[in-house]
């Protein structure tokens, strides 16, 4: 490693591989090593997680870039300069400043379509608490409980 390690782009998300990539050969760890070396870093890379990231062209979750940046043995400001390329490139960039709010207009933001995932867990819960009305209602819980109703004591003297 007697070179400079490669910078990470802040463009998009498979030239942000790519370049994980490049660090993967500058280091020249195997998957194996890089397991280890992240280990011993604190982190949690198994070598079939981090051979699936980079056989990928998706962004990869924040967790794995930490752990994927020390086990190729970046610390500091490089590590930081990973993490922030990557948030740069999943959230957008920051405003380089902020417009007065007497200014700025109000623009409501479109209504995003519900994923499938969030659609199950709808009908799932709805379900749920479906089930769990009737079975009350089965056992009896919302009724009055007839036999103490008509359980009366008389007291003769």
């Given at each position: ?22 660090l993967k050969v500058w280091s ?107 079975g009350a209602t089965a056992s ?18």
């Amino acid at each position: 490693m007697t070179t400079a390690p490669p910078t990470p782009p802040d463009t998009d998300a498979a030239a942000f591989v790519a370049a994980l990539r490049r660090l993967k050969v500058w280091s020249g760890l195997s998957y194996r090593r890089l397991e280890r070396h992240a280990a011993d870093a604190g982190h949690c890379l198994p070598y079939s997680t981090a051979a699936t990231m980079l056989g990928r062209e998706r962004l990869p979750r924040e967790e794995l870039v930490a752990a994927f940046v020390a086990a190729c043995g970046l610390r500091g400001d490089e590590a930081e300069a990973w993490l922030d390329a990557r948030t740069d490139i999943a959230c957008g960039p920051s405003p380089a400043y902020a417009a007065p709010m007497d200014i700025a207009p109000v623009v409501a933001a479109p209504a995003r379509p519900r994923s499938r995932r969030s659609r199950w867990a709808v009908v799932a819960a709805a379900a749920l608490v479906t089930a769990l009305l009737g079975g009350a209602t089965a056992s009896g819980a919302f009724t009055d409980d007839e036999e103490v109703l008509r359980t009366s004591t008389s007291v003769r003297l």
